[in-house]
């Protein structure tokens, strides 16, 4: 056999092997029929192109069948027919299913954690007016949000009792925002 | 390619695509081809050339429909091959296909031949 025979050989069991392997959920005597039709395809042309003094060639015979993968999945296709998704792509879908389940809660607890520190720091500011508040340094580069053991020295600070209403509203945008969101992730799950 | 060629494209590969069974069961009238010969009967003609990945899985449909049969056949030195036939069930299936299309060409032929502005003698259009 010469060295483009073997190459050509080689292409046809690799095709052929491919089919097989995407033809796995075809009973084994379905499958061995359709590869041994195809195969007896490859080599009946391959012999009338020699027959005719034509270069062989494989690659443009296989191009005809198409990509191994989608030729299996017409012969497959009526099995899946009004059929339960097959077992591999149910477990696709459960682990789809639990990243947007752990998105949701991880969403809820984000938000509703954000909201009750907002309510939180509001209410504080009546037991610990001294601690509460949010100072402006470095002439309002930069701030300091919230609860401090000791007012920092030398800031001024901002809001004073507005920060009770302030965060109060922010509260509820939070929480509006999350049910929002939440609602939307629901939908999807 | 201009979006009228493609449009052209389009509909050409929709009505390939609704009368291919049709033209396979035609080819298969009174006749037993194997795979490589129906290929290259459909493929000789300009409005039923199809490929290979298209052939072999309708071929294994129409016989889990029972349109068609097929047995391996060895003859000679030749390798196996696998021919089909039509069935009964086949050969009705072809009867009706083959009137539904008939009428379908008869009547655009038609519409093709009626053109306006003179009114149409049956529905008054």
Do not use: C
């Not at chain 1, 073997?6 to 069991?13: S, V």
């Not at chain 2, 396979?24 to 009174?30: H, N, R, V, W």
């Not at chain 2, 009137?99 to 038609?110: G, H, K, N």
């Amino acid at each position: 056999m010469s060295q483009a025979e073997l190459h050509n050989n080689e292409m046809i069991h690799r095709y052929l092997n491919d089919l097989r392997r995407y033809l796995a959920r075809l009973a084994p005597h379905e499958s061995q029929e359709v590869i041994r039709e195809i195969e007896s395809h490859l080599f009946d042309v391959l012999d009338q192109q020699a027959a005719n003094g034509q270069a062989a060639d494989v690659a443009e015979i296989l191009r005809g069948f198409g990509d191994a993968r989608q030729l299996a999945a017409q012969y497959v296709a009526h099995i899946e027919e009004g059929a339960p998704p097959p077992r591999g792509f149910r477990a696709i879908q459960s682990v789809k299913k639990s990243v947007t389940a752990s998105l949701y809660f991880a969403m809820a607890v984000f938000g509703f954690s954000m909201a009750l520190s907002l309510l939180f720091v509001a209410g504080a500011k009546f037991l610990l007016p001294e601690a509460v508040g949010v100072w402006s340094a470095a002439n309002g580069n930069s701030i300091v949000v919230g609860f401090v053991a000791a007012p920092p020295a030398g800031m001024p600070e901002v809001l004073g009792w507005w920060i009770v209403p302030v965060a109060t509203l922010l509260a509820l945008g939070v929480t509006l925002l999350t049910r929002r969101v939440l609602r939307v992730l629901k939908q999807h799950m | 390619m201009n979006s009228t060629e493609a449009l052209m494209e389009k509909w050409e590969v929709q009505l390939r695509k609704g009368t291919l069974e049709l033209a396979i069961l035609a080819a298969l009238q009174q006749r037993t081809l194997y795979g490589l010969e129906l290929l290259k009967l459909l493929q000789s003609l300009p409005s039923t050339t199809i490929t290979e990945g298209t052939l072999y899985p309708l071929l294994d449909r129409l016989k889990r429909d029972e349109l068609v049969d097929a047995q391996w056949v060895q003859e000679g030195e030749t390798r196996p091959r696998k021919y089909y036939q039509l069935t009964p069930l086949g050969n009705k299936k072809l009867t009706d296909l083959t009137r539904l299309w008939r009428q379908s060409v008869t009547d655009i032929e038609w519409l093709l031949a009626n053109p306006g502005p003179q009114p149409l003698p049956n529905t008054g259009v």
